[in-house]
């Protein structure tokens, strides 16, 4: 059976052939579906028929996307790819709708034995991303913070651990020097951390 859930997300025009924000989504153990808005701090849950039966709301201080982003990870020596000093990149980020123009609220979900994780694109003082924990019955028990990629929910949750590919770094001038739209590093393992109820 196939089924179209009805989620709404913002159309990517004006960067939508150089980045994509998709909704990201997780089942849990009743094959529930826990669906991101992709925007807002939004979350949607869904019947295994397809009917929506719980969502999550919470008001959010929006990341608004930057020149400075456009400055990407190579994956060579530390090596950049700076999309900032191109007049036409620069002239597509400065023409950005309203609604075009901020990353998701919420880019990431995933669902622990005893609750579920909300990636958000805040980030911590070493650039990493802080999630917001949730117990099954949708209140905020904690927050914490991992590398992850904000275009790309790049985690997996098994019962209470979430394994996450390595996409941190050391050194803090270099990620200085890095935009948002890129990770660190290109993964080489795989890390794997305990989330406690």
């Known amino acids: 059976m196939l089924l179209h859930l009805a989620v709404t997300w913002r159309k990517n025009t004006a960067l939508g052939a150089f980045l994509r924000f998709l909704p990201d989504f997780d089942f849990d153990e009743s094959g529930n579906i826990f669906v991101t808005d992709g925007f807002e701090y939004r ?3 869904y019947s295994p028929e397809g009917e929506l039966i719980r969502t999550l709301d919470r008001p959010f201080r929006k990341n608004k996307i930057a020149v400075a982003d456009l400055a990407l990870y190579s994956g060579k020596d530390e090596e950049l790819i700076d999309f900032s000093r191109d007049p036409n990149a620069v002239k597509m980020v400065n023409g950005l709708s309203e609604m075009e123009s901020y990353f998701p609220s919420v ?3 995933n669902v622990l034995e005893h609750g579920f994780i909300l990636w958000t694109s ?7 991303y802080l999630f917001d924990i949730y117990d099954k019955d949708f209140r905020l028990t904690g927050r914490s913070a991992a590398y992850n990629w904000v275009c790309q929910n790049s985690a997996l949750a098994r019962k209470n651990r979430i394994h996450l590919l390595d996409l941190g770094s050391d050194d803090m001038e270099f990620k200085k020097k890095i935009g948002r739209l890129s990770p660190f590093e290109y993964a080489s393992r795989v890390l794997v951390y305990e989330i406690s109820p």
């Open 43 to 45: 979350l949607f849950v």
């Open 107 to 109: 880019f990431g979900v």
């Open 122 to 128: 805040n980030r911590d003082s070493e650039f990493r």
